[in-house]
């Protein structure tokens, strides 16, 4: 038993055992109060102290033997035989402790003590033996139940190992694919002639990589920080698309601070951004808006498609997107549909908060 266990089991065994003594000798004196020799309570309540408070020790060393055969690992009936066993030991050293206290309390002689067992072991024997299987059995279930509960904590703990190391696996796939994307950029900027812009990017990229690096060990991350990263990465896509790319992005300043998944809504912007690259001669319009609303913050994204693109999301980036949010949380929504003709909504609404909320 650990300190805590052990010091709540104190109290409450001597509290339980008191309360039913107390119980007890309440019955017993209303009983006595109507006969020829009444007894005060304060006396019956003295007189029943052995049998009650040596119950206090016995369920002690009960669940202390129980805790140390389950520490031996034996099988089904044998533990069953370990923990039964010492009844044959236990419940006589209490039979003989009991009624010498009760001969003390009553000023009577020791030479008295083999009558009063031989009484106890006609009338109240069984009882006791009852009694004591019911501790057992409390005591058995009990170490059980503390079993279930710590294999169950060390199963969540191991889940969530894994749970990490494959968030680990997903993020180490999605930082390629942006790093591949953001440099197809850099040799878009570079063939155009546009050496300038090309190394603002570069500078900009440089920057991201540095993010990564930094929360690389990093599970979580504020909402402003996501944002700062996004913001380089639309800097350098801006050069890219110049004219034919607007961009708009607001966050809810009371936002800014909540805790979310690192590198959850970059692959989102990178696929609004990806998507309406293709188109020809129309602007992409990307806008972005951030806020929060009874507990879920809500993402959304607009931007233009062409009229051959489809609505579905694909690619590494929403693929591995929608596995973290799986694993993360049991309520989320994730949703990319036609706003109206030409325009993609992306719709993102996670608790605040809590993980598997």
């Excluded at 369920?59 to 389950?70: A, G, P, S, Y």
């Excluded at 998944?261 to 692959?267: C, D, G, Q, R, T």
């Excluded at 808006?289 to 489809?310: A, F, K, R």
Aim: aromatic share 10%; proline share 3%; glycine share 4%.
């Amino acid at each position: 038993m650990n300190k805590n266990f052990s010091r709540y089991f104190w109290i409450a065994n001597i509290f339980i055992w008191l309360s039913i003594h107390f119980v007890f000798a309440l019955i017993q004196h209303h009983a006595l109060a109507f006969t020829s020799n009444p007894v005060d309570l304060v006396t019956v309540w003295w007189k029943l102290l052995p049998w009650f408070g040596n119950w206090i020790w016995m369920t002690f060393i009960i669940f202390k033997l129980v805790d140390l055969n389950e520490r031996i690992n034996a099988s089904g009936f044998k533990r069953w035989m370990l923990n039964l066993i010492p009844l044959v030991i236990l419940i006589p050293i209490y039979w003989l402790l009991s009624v010498t206290m009760r001969a003390f309390i009553d000023d009577k002689s020791i030479t008295t003590i083999p009558d009063s067992l031989l009484r106890v072991l006609s009338n109240s024997a069984l009882l006791d033996v009852f009694i004591y299987l019911g501790v057992l059995g409390m005591a058995m279930g009990i170490r059980f139940y503390q079993h279930a509960i710590n294999k169950q904590v060390e199963l969540n703990r191991i889940g969530n190992l894994l749970i990490k190391e494959q968030l680990k696996s997903l993020r180490s796939q999605l930082n390629p694919h942006f790093l591949f994307n953001t440099l197809n950029t850099i040799v878009s900027l570079i063939r155009l002639k546009r050496e300038s812009e090309a190394i603002q990017a570069i500078t900009q990229l440089s920057q991201m990589l540095r993010k990564i690096l930094e929360n690389k060990d990093n599970s979580n991350a504020s909402v402003k920080d996501e944002i700062v990263f996004i913001n380089s990465y639309l800097a350098i896509q801006k050069m890219r698309f110049s004219n034919t790319l607007n961009i708009n992005v607001m966050v809810d300043e009371s936002c800014m601070d909540i805790v979310i998944p690192n590198m959850l809504l970059h692959p989102l912007v990178e696929n609004a951004i990806q998507h309406g690259s293709q188109l020809q001669e129309t602007v992409n319009n990307f806008h972005m808006s951030i806020t929060h609303n009874n507990g879920m913050l809500i993402v959304t994204l607009t931007n233009n498609v062409g009229d051959s693109d489809t609505i579905k999301g694909f690619g590494i980036g929403l693929g591995n997107t929608r596995e973290i949010l799986n694993k993360l949380y049991s309520n989320f929504q994730l949703d990319i549909k036609e706003k109206y003709e030409g325009v993609v909504e992306t719709i993102l609404a996670i608790p605040i908060g809590g993980k598997n909320a």
